[in-house]
C-alpha cells in the first residue's frame, strides 16, 4: 500500500503540482501522458529502512501523538 501512495506522490509532485489544466479532459490526458512516460522508464522505489526500524518509528510517533505506548507486533 506505501509503495502506491509513493506513486501518487510522484504523480502529484513531479506532474500535477507543476501544471494547470482547463479542464477534466486536459488534466485526464496530463495523467495518462504521465503515466506513459513512467512506465517507458520505470523506476522501482527502494525502502532504505528496515521494517523493524520504520515500526520503531511509527511507535514514537504514536506515542507523542497520543501520549499513549504503542507496542508494533510483527507477524
Request: proline fraction near 3%; include cysteine.
Amino acid at each position: 500500500m506505501n509503495l502506491v501512495e509513493r506513486w501518487f506522490s510522484a504523480l502529484t509532485t513531479k506532474k500535477l503540482q507543476r501544471s494547470a489544466h482547463d479542464s477534466v479532459v486536459a488534466l485526464s490526458k496530463d495523467i495518462v501522458d504521465w503515466v506513459h512516460n513512467w512506465n517507458q522508464d520505470p523506476k522501482p522505489f527502494v525502502w532504505h529502512k528496515t521494517a523493524d526500524e520504520i515500526l520503531e518509528r511509527l511507535g514514537r510517533y504514536c506515542a507523542d501523538v497520543t501520549n499513549t505506548d504503542f507496542v508494533a507486533r510483527t507477524a
